[in-house]
């Protein structure tokens, strides 16, 4: 799909849309590269969106911040703590996406208790209807923290790496996410740090298969992004990738990320209610 496509599609959708629709970037094990794909795929989707929003729930080692290096005089910290509300701590990121920081070392953050995290989705429902689409980065593992935000996405986007403790790990993501019974959601699978090819389409087979096996789900293959140099040499520049080396080759998977992506998007749209809505249900059932 080139460029032109799909700005159309997405402005087309944009307009049918009444709320955002929402991926989540997560994972089982640390350190996959969650928050370098997520910064890069707000700016991909920015390019030919509006309204992109990213925020970092990452609570308590958030680092979107530092990836764009933008200052945030503000972070959701702030808005847990009732001293800023949440357009407050909005900031422009390079690239034109907007980002919502989390914050980092505080262990508060970290270990929100149930009554926070309600009013940190109270907050963000206002979001939905404001954004055209809306990337959160989740941090890894199954916490609640991590849970709360990846249990009502439209598209959850599990990044794992072609090493055996990272297949395992976004397995046991797959597991805990499959139990929760919500069939509108996609769960989606991204290999990055590939080598070849056929590295990332052996690591989708594998753990589809199983899913599929005994879990009963489905994982769509979202791809996967080539291991590139480029990537550290932006992340040491404080620069994101796509816009340090736009033409590198993990630069060129995003795009492709983004076109897989953007399939789904479609799908999730006749969703009733917004995403931030759901969460909040979810909370008080
Ligand atoms: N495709 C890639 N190619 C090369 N290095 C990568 C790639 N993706 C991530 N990395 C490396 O992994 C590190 C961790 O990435 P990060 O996005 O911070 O992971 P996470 O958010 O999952 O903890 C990056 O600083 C970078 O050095
Ligand atoms: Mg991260």
Same mark, same amino acid.
């Given at each position: 799909?080139?460029?032109?496509?799909?700005?159309?599609?997405?402005?087309?959708?944009?307009?049918?849309?009444? !709320?955002?629709?929402?991926?989540?970037?997560? %994972?089982?094990?640390?350190?996959?590269?969650?928050?370098?794909?997520?910064?890069?795929?707000?700016?991909?989707?920015?390019?030919?969106? !509006?309204?992109?929003?990213?925020?970092?729930?990452?609570?308590?080692?958030?680092?979107?911040?530092?990836?764009?290096?933008?200052?945030?005089?503000?972070?959701?910290?702030?808005?847990?703590?009732?001293?800023?509300?949440?357009?407050?701590? *909005?900031?422009?990121?390079?690239?034109?996406?907007?980002?919502?920081?989390?914050?980092?070392?505080?262990?508060? *953050?970290?270990?929100?208790?149930?009554?926070?995290?309600?009013?940190?989705?109270?907050?963000?429902?206002?979001?939905?209807?404001?954004?055209?689409?809306?990337?959160?980065?989740?941090?890894?593992?199954?916490?609640?923290?991590?849970?709360?935000?990846?249990?009502?996405?439209?598209?959850?986007?599990?990044? =794992?790496?072609?090493?055996?403790?990272?297949?395992?790990?976004?397995?046991?993501?797959?597991?805990?996410?499959?139990?929760?019974?919500?069939?509108?959601?996609?769960?989606?699978?991204?290999?990055?740090?590939?080598? =070849?090819?056929?590295?990332?389409?052996?690591?989708?087979?594998?753990?589809?298969?199983?899913?599929?096996?005994?879990?009963?789900? %489905?994982?769509?293959?979202?791809?996967?992004?080539?291991?590139?140099?480029?990537?550290?040499?932006?992340?040491?520049?404080?620069?994101?990738?796509?816009?340090?080396?736009?033409?590198?080759?993990? %630069?060129?998977?995003?795009?492709?990320?983004?076109?897989?992506?953007?399939?789904?998007?479609?799908?999730?749209?006749?969703?009733?209610?917004?995403?931030?809505?759901?969460?909040?249900?979810?909370?008080?059932?």
């Amino acid at each position: 799909m080139t460029l032109m496509d799909q700005a159309t599609t997405l402005r087309t959708l944009a307009s049918r849309q009444t !709320r955002a629709s929402v991926i989540a970037v997560t %994972s089982g094990k640390g350190g996959v590269g969650k928050s370098n794909i997520a910064v890069n795929l707000a700016i991909q989707f920015a390019a030919v969106a !509006r309204n992109v929003v990213l925020l970092d729930a990452d609570l308590g080692l958030a680092n979107a911040d530092v990836l764009c290096n933008v200052e945030l005089p503000f972070n959701l910290s702030h808005v847990i703590s009732n001293k800023k509300a949440l357009r407050d701590v *909005m900031v422009r990121a390079p690239g034109g996406f907007r980002l919502i920081g989390g914050a980092s070392g505080l262990a508060r *953050m970290a270990d929100l208790s149930d009554y926070d995290r309600q009013r940190l989705v109270d907050s963000l429902a206002l979001l939905e209807q404001q954004a055209d689409i809306i990337i959160i980065d989740t941090g890894a593992g199954i916490s609640p923290n991590v849970l709360s935000f990846t249990r009502s996405a439209d598209d959850v986007l599990i990044v =794992t790496t072609p090493e055996p403790t990272a297949i395992t790990d976004a397995y046991a993501v797959i597991k805990v996410l499959s139990r929760e019974g919500r069939e509108h959601r996609r769960l989606s699978l991204l290999v990055n740090q590939i080598r =070849t090819p056929n590295e990332a389409r052996l690591v989708y087979d594998r753990i589809s298969r199983v899913a599929r096996q005994f879990l009963g789900v %489905s994982v769509y293959d979202a791809g996967y992004i080539f291991h590139d140099e480029c990537v550290s040499q932006a992340v040491r520049k404080r620069e994101p990738f796509l816009l340090a080396s736009p033409r590198c080759p993990a %630069s060129i998977c995003m795009a492709q990320l983004a076109a897989r992506l953007q399939n789904g998007l479609a799908v999730a749209l006749p969703q009733p209610a917004g995403f931030f809505y759901r969460m909040s249900k979810w909370f008080w059932r």
